[in-house]
């Protein structure tokens, strides 16, 4: 069994940068797809980016491209999601995930979110 926690959360001012990080214990972290979700008040839990177990492929939801950047360390079995140029809609919690393939459309395992704020 997987455990997924996140880390990095706050408020930050509109313009303003954050880096959340999530920590996975008890599995192979190198053989997961790492996703960050994230889900605003009222509305459903929506993609952010994801980070593929081969070569690393990186892939983002429009709303975040050019803006956040996902990287993994395999060593530290840690999941980054550095976010720049923030905006208030960007207001939400933040999930991380683990999926036992790079296709799978599924995620296994889910951490418990990390509360971000945005101010305008």
């Known amino acids: 069994q997987v455990q997924l926690v996140e880390l990095g959360g706050g408020l930050v001012q509109a313009g303003g940068s954050l880096r959340l990080s999530c920590a996975a214990s008890g599995g192979t972290f190198s053989s997961y797809k790492m996703g960050w979700f994230r889900q605003a008040p009222g509305k459903e839990r929506e993609f952010v980016a994801h980070?593929?177990?081969?070569?690393?492929?990186?892939y983002y939801a429009d709303s975040v491209k050019g803006r956040f950047t996902i990287s993994r360390d395999n060593a530290k079995n840690t999941v980054y999601l550095q976010m720049n140029s923030l905006k208030p809609e960007d207001t939400a919690v933040y999930y991380c995930?683990?999926?036992?393939?790079?296709?799978?459309?599924?995620?296994?395992?889910w951490g418990q979110g990390t509360q971000v704020t945005v101010s305008s």
């Open positions: 995930a683990a999926a036992n393939s790079d296709y799978a459309v599924e995620y296994n395992y």
């Open positions: 980070i593929r177990r081969s070569r690393s492929m990186t």
